[in-house]
């Protein structure tokens, strides 16, 4: 009687230490599953759950576990496939951009970008004043600064194994501060006189914009970047231009900022 105690005794723990050196899955969702985990592949899970069956493997897709935490301690954390950073090792993740139609209002502007990860980045403009044309003849000389967080866009529906067709590539939305110095030359004219006189000032400007736009990326190199924005702007612009380089319009009779581009560039 008392060996059979004993024998009850000792498959009791037995069955105890395989329910205690369990795996847990937990699922996207904060869901756990007590399990044991006998193959990770790479689009699916597969496990035993003792409790309903020592035989029936269960399946779960990757993208819906966040994280698996081993009997021994261990763990090990998943990502979605579209934002696992290991599909886009081949991409190259920064760029600089040149805005196409800068010149023409007497500014050179120069961008750079980088991925912070897939689907998003940062971008950081900047701009000479007075490098391009002046059609005016105004003797701009100054400087701009843009800086912006980029969203860019998921797709509408997921398929399993989809993935961004380049990290960099796509539709975005870009929030954006944008700040502007320049000084320039204008004249005063003296109509009952018949004379005029040349005087200098300053163009201060900070704006703060939304912007909307697609980058297309072609063969891993060349770009191209178009985008339109609108925002607020505000500073000091004596002569009421509106055209502060950085961006048109904030000035204090129509404060609607509005910025648009079209930008060439390379990716490394």
Known sequence: MERLSLTIAFLTLIALSK????????????????????????????????????????????????????ANGKELEFSEFLYDPSNYITDQKNNIKLNFLSPLFNSVNICYEKSIKPGR?????????????????????????????????????YIRGQKFAHIL???????EIAFS??????????SFIGEDERYTDTNVMFAVLLNVGKQWIFENG???????????????????FGLHKAFIGGVEEFPLAISMGLRVGWNF
Do not use: H
């Open 222 to 240: 060349f770009l191209m970047d178009w985008f339109v924005g609108v925002g607020y702007g505000f500073g000091q612009d004596d002569k009421d």
């Open 121 to 157: 980045s940062f971008e950081t403009t900047l701009g000479v004043i007075g490098a391009g044309w002046d059609l005016g003849n105004n003797n701009e000389s100054g400087a701009f600064i843009k800086m912006g967080y980029k969203f860019i866009k998921s797709p509408d529906y």
């Open 19 to 70: 329910l205690c050196a369990q795996d847990i899955l937990i699922k996207t969702n904060n869901d756990t599953i007590n399990c044991v985990i006998k193959e990770i592949g790479d689009e699916e899970i597969k496990y035993l759950t003792p409790e309903i069956s020592e035989t029936i493997l269960f399946g779960i897709n990757k993208d819906k576990v966040n994280k698996v935490i081993f």
């Open 181 to 190: 110095y320049y000084e320039y030359s204008a004249y005063k004219n003296y």
């Open 169 to 175: 590539k796509g539709s975005y939305i870009r929030p």
